[in-house]
DNA sequence: AAAAAAG
């Protein structure tokens, strides 16, 4: 009974696109080499497959393709403002009437959003009991009001994360997703969140403590205004009432505004915390539960406050709650973390989009520390000669430290560079002054923290430069997913120094798997630097350190003398569809099989 | 050792 299947998606089969003759299909890196992944599976009834998507691409031909048509994945470019301004929005609007004209990428492919890097998109789903994706938002009841708001947002077509992850949240299920920030991630859980509490007909009362229906967390403030933006936007004239929560700003305001009832909170931690421990905020009418960056939000700094948050506040329990977990990384600890709060959970991986793909170039630079600034400096220049540089392709730079990034703002505008920063130790006024004037192009380079590595969408990002290289392959991936969104092209560069040696492997490993050359001298340093490393902590996460993969693969591969065993025993349905699908699908033949008997209701 | 998240 195979309740793990793999599919060969194409998003935007109705787009038109020019012919890729020789390219392989892409596989992702989180799911390659785990001998799951069925690249030309073609015998799917139900599911669409290789031929069928292409099939599906010539009969969308006449729905508006070419310039400006099929928008409507994640539409960057008639954003909706509700009743006030929205800064943010109205300002990509313009950028994007503008850079057509700018960008000579843009004729290259059909319109602002690059479909073709679409096409081929894998999925993978375990679990039991899976429901099946849509094609379409049509497919789904989500309701008039919602239905409306989608419209008004231009959103087309479902994302393939969307087209996967809303029926699951839909019927209810717990959710384990893999999918890049910037795929339309944050509407594939509010759509099924608003839409739960729109059914339930529950209407929130006012009053000094406020019992939202519905937390979502991430692990920065930003992060989380920007969620709360979207959401906003989901949510207008439903009567469904969303509140903000962060750290860094008045706590009064938010105070008044959670007074006037919510339905949905949008938070970090800290300040979520605070709140429940001022009796202004109380967890027990929770029915839907979303963690946005949760491989971030369950490491070392985070996960005692989250512990705190969802097991000893007054939350209901996993199962008497819908638990969501979204990221582009989930190593194989964090998930068994993870599942922790989790209740037979459908365990869902969609080919990303823009992080650690051929999508973004990516160049690495041995370069000594000493030499970084005069490097930089190098690189800038060629930047400004060639026009890559300026309002309409922005340019980020990651550090290590905030003394570091604010010594590199201040240098580089003494030098001519007008490069602003954000980093922890500025007050949240600066943090977002420093945000904005680098969307807007006033400052074209900011330099930053990890606080700007993960989920913030800023168009435009043409260059992220790796001045530090993190510690973390992880927090490498979701620092170059800053650029390359939306289907665009971006570059990426490293800096690399004998430092970074640890990082070497893993580093060679991504860009190998993410079809970039790989220079000579780096290849070297990650074998001599593997035959150093390789006896200690060797692969802490597992066969693909990348994206992820469910870890309860492992768990049963290694059940004979492993804890998870107990878990998972040979008394879980779980268990035996794992076998199975296992089996099947390292054998091409029985794979198909398998998808048939799925696909015709034998499982 | 660093960054993030409460003040």
Redesign the pocket.
Known sequence: MPTTMTWSDYGAESTYRPARPTRPTYVPPHLRNNGVFVPNESNQPGIRTAQLGRTGASRGRGRGHGRGGGRGWFNQTERWSPNQSNAPFDISSKFDELEVDHDDEANTVSGSINFEAYEDIPVQASGSDIPPPVSSFAEIDLGEGLNRNIKRCNYVRPTPIQRYAIPIAMAGRDLMACAQTGSGKTAAFCFPIICGILNRNHHSRPGQLACPLSLILS????L?CQIHEEARKFSSQTGVKIVV???????SRQLQNLERGVDILV????????MI?RERVSLRMVKYLALDEAD?ML????EP?IRKIVEQMDMPPSGARQTMFFSATFPNEIQRLASDFLSNYIFLAVGRVGSSTDLIAQRVEFVQDTDKRHHLMNLLQGQRENGTHGKFALTLIFV??????DALERWLSMNGFPAIS?????V?ME?ERALNSFKNGTTPILV?????SRGLDVPHVAHVINFDM???ID?YVHRIGRTGRAGKSGLATAFFSDKNLPLAKALVELMQEANQEVPHWLRNSAERASTIASGGHARRFGGSKFGGYDFRRDAYSESENNYYSSTYGNTDPNVDSYAASSYALSHPAAAAACANSYASGWC
């Open positions: 692990p920065t403030r930003e989380t929560a962060y750290g860094g700003a008045p706590i938070a970090t931690p800290g300040r979520l915390v605070d421990e971030r490491d070392m700094g985070f406050q290590e430290t905030k003394r570091g990034a954000i980093h922890g130790d500025k949240q943090r930053a923290t990890d606080v700007a993190p510690k973390d927090d």
